[in-house]
Nanobody
């Protein structure tokens, strides 16, 4: 079983910054990708940013230039530095990982962390 523990969400004023963290633990042979998604009620979950084990990154257009995703492979941890936050960034952010287990490839989601951008 694999667990993703997220932290770093909260309330911030427009223009402010937050740093999300996500640590994966459990029966993981090797992480392939880690990423952050977000979901607003009534809408589909959407990719915010993703990073591969080789440090190739992908960003949603809404995140480019404001958010930075990094990882520490040795710790199976991913970070999302969010700057210049806007009210429309308010929603729940979910950590996700694709990984190799003992007997195949798997994926796992975190429980989500709330980000609220408001004055």
């Amino acid at each position: 079983q694999v667990q993703l523990v997220e932290s770093g969400g909260g309330l911030v004023q427009p223009g402010g910054s937050l740093r999300l963290s996500c640590a994966a633990s459990g029966n993981i042979f090797r992480i392939k990708t880690m990423g952050w998604y977000r979901q607003t009620p009534g809408k589909e979950r959407e990719l915010v940013a993703r990073i591969t084990r080789g440090d190739t990154t992908m960003y949603a257009d809404s995140a480019k230039g404001r958010f930075t995703i990094t990882s520490e492979n040795a710790k199976n941890t991913v970070y999302l530095q969010m700057n210049s936050l806007k009210p429309e960034d308010t929603t729940v952010y979910y950590c996700h990982t694709d990984f190799m287990g003992d007997w195949g490839d798997f994926a796992s989601w975190g429980q989500g962390t709330q980000v609220t951008v408001s004055s």
